[in-house]
T-cell receptor, first 114, second 113 residues
Framework: EAGVVQSPRYKIIEKKQPVAFWCNPI?????LYWYRQNLGQGPELLIR????????DSQLPKDRFSAERLKGVDSTLKIQPAELGDSAVYLC????????????FGPGTRLTVL | AQSVTQLGSHVSVSEGALVLLRCNYS??????LFWYVQYPNQGLQLLLK??????LVKGINGFEAEFKKSETSFHLTKPSAHMSDAAEYFC???????????FGSGTRLLVRP
């Protein structure tokens, strides 16, 4: 079984530029999560999807961040414009259903904003 | 609100020695507790989890953890460290009303030959 796939793995951009991250969850997993992990810290949830519906986006900075999950499968997280403080690892995770199912994490995208 | 505190950002042990990584949580309702491991440039992998039932939980790679409600702790142990255990370990908590994992800040385990 293929795991959670994320791309790109690394991205370097200048501040004020846009950037997008892509996630393909494990097949059949209805719940998808985006987390941000700052250096030396644990991941923090940005947004959670149940199928194509964003059911928890309370931690997503909506002035510059947006996300979508078309057809309830792949998801894209976008930042526009990026700021220096956005440098972090962006992790995508998925689980079979809501509840206390295990969350399976992808390898993440390491973003560096110069 | 839930929170997690991991004591010690770095823990160093000799190969073959006992591994003990500490985690204390705060939750107003019965928590679900998790330990994840992160190897360099990789995502997080679940080691073990406690939801209900037996308080001693066994996970992969010889790790186990014990849920102690009276101490609000969920410490991770392994009897004998191996070089391949060197990684970052994260404790996390969630509750049944929320599907969000709240992570601690992590403990980096170093294993000396």
């Amino acid at each position: 079984e293929a795991g959670v796939v994320q791309s790109p793995r690394y991205k370097i951009i200048e501040k004020k530029q846009p950037v997008a991250f892509w996630c393909n969850p494990i097949s059949g997993h209805n719940t998808l999560y985006w987390y941000r992990q700052n250096l030396g810290q644990g991941p923090e949830l940005l947004i959670r999807y149940e199928n194509e519906e964003a059911v928890d986006d309370s931690q997503l900075p909506k002035d510059r961040f947006s996300a979508e999950r078309l057809k309830g499968v792949d998801s894209t997280l976008k930042i526009q414009p990026a700021e220096l403080g956005d440098s972090a690892v962006y992790l995508c995770a998925s689980s079979p259903d809501r509840g206390q199912d295990t969350q399976y994490f992808g390898p993440g995208t390491r973003l560096t904003v110069l | 609100a839930q929170s997690v505190t991991q004591l010690g950002s770095h823990v160093s042990v000799s190969e073959g020695a006992l591994v003990l990584l500490r985690c204390n949580y705060s939750s107003s309702v019965p928590p679900y507790l998790f330990w994840y491991v992160q190897y360099p440039n990789q995502g997080l992998q679940l080691l073990l989890k406690y939801t209900t039932g037996a308080t001693l939980v066994k996970g992969i790679n010889g790790f186990e953890a014990e849920f102690k409600k009276s101490e609000t702790s969920f410490h991770l142990t392994k009897p004998s460290a191996h070089m391949s255990d060197a990684a970052e370990y994260f404790c996390a908590v969630s509750v049944s009303s929320s599907y969000k994992l709240i992570f601690g800040s992590g403990t980096r385990l170093l294993v000396r030959p």
